[in-house]
T-cell receptor, first 113, second 115 residues
């Protein structure tokens, strides 16, 4: 069975500082990995995904994540955060070839001025 | 193109009452699913469907029923509401065609309170 661990429930950071949100997964088979973002009182939106190929994936708003198979990790990073990045971030995994997603418990990113 | 719509946005029920949460999509997506979101627990899959007439259980199916008579609609039924079903419910869809794993599109959610 798959599982996803997001160790940090909340990450406070000052505006323009770098941030890393951690995600580790466990699976005995090949996986696809995702980061979703949820802004207050909204549904989830895809931020970025790893399916195959380059292990470094990027989003249009400056986030990036690196798939590390040996460490079974898919940490999310941004070199300089904005107030508008305040949201909850969910890491998710699925088996290759299946559509069911298993989500982590989420990390709330709090960006203050 | 409305995407994924969910109704109602908010609902308060008394223990034992039944209700149906509606989910509709206009993207002709084959795959539809229901999640519940609870504090500190992330999103958990309740039921899913890979196409009209086909449904299956997810991680937490007890107390919920689904059916998929059309591609567009995937209602979630609470047969006898319990306080433990107080949660935010999200419907999600994806195209469902090979290679089978695509972005899932989430609705805005339904907040349910069971007293």
């Amino acid at each position: 069975a798959q599982s996803v661990t997001q160790l940090d429930s909340q990450v406070p950071v000052f505006e323009e500082a770098p941030v890393e949100l951690r995600c580790n997964y466990s699976s005995s088979v090949s996986v696809y990995l995702f980061w979703y973002v949820q802004y207050p009182n909204q549904g989830l939106q895809l931020l970025l995904k790893y399916l195959s190929g380059s292990t470094l994936v990027e989003s249009i708003n400056g986030f990036e994540a690196e798939f590390n198979k040996s460490q079974t990790s898919f940490h999310l990073r941004k070199p300089s955060v904005h107030i508008s990045d305040t949201a909850e971030y969910f890491c998710a995994v699925s088996h290759t070839g299946f559509q069911k997603l298993v989500f982590g418990t989420g990390t709330r990113l709090l960006v203050s001025p | 193109n409305a995407g994924v719509t969910q109704t109602p946005k908010f609902q308060v029920l008394k223990t034992g009452q039944s209700m149906t949460l509606q989910c509709a999509q206009d993207m002709n997506h084959e795959y539809m699913s229901w999640y519940r979101q609870d504090p500190g627990m992330g999103l958990r899959l309740i039921h899913y469907s890979v196409g009209a007439g086909i449904t299956d259980q997810g991680e937490v199916p007890n107390g919920y029923n689904v059916s998929r008579s059309t591609t567009e609609d995937f209602p979630l039924r609470l047969l006898s509401a319990a306080p433990s079903q107080t949660s935010v419910y999200f419907c999600a869809t994806s195209p469902g065609r090979a290679p089978f794993v695509e972005t899932q599109y989430f609705g805005p959610g339904t907040r349910l309170l069971v007293l």
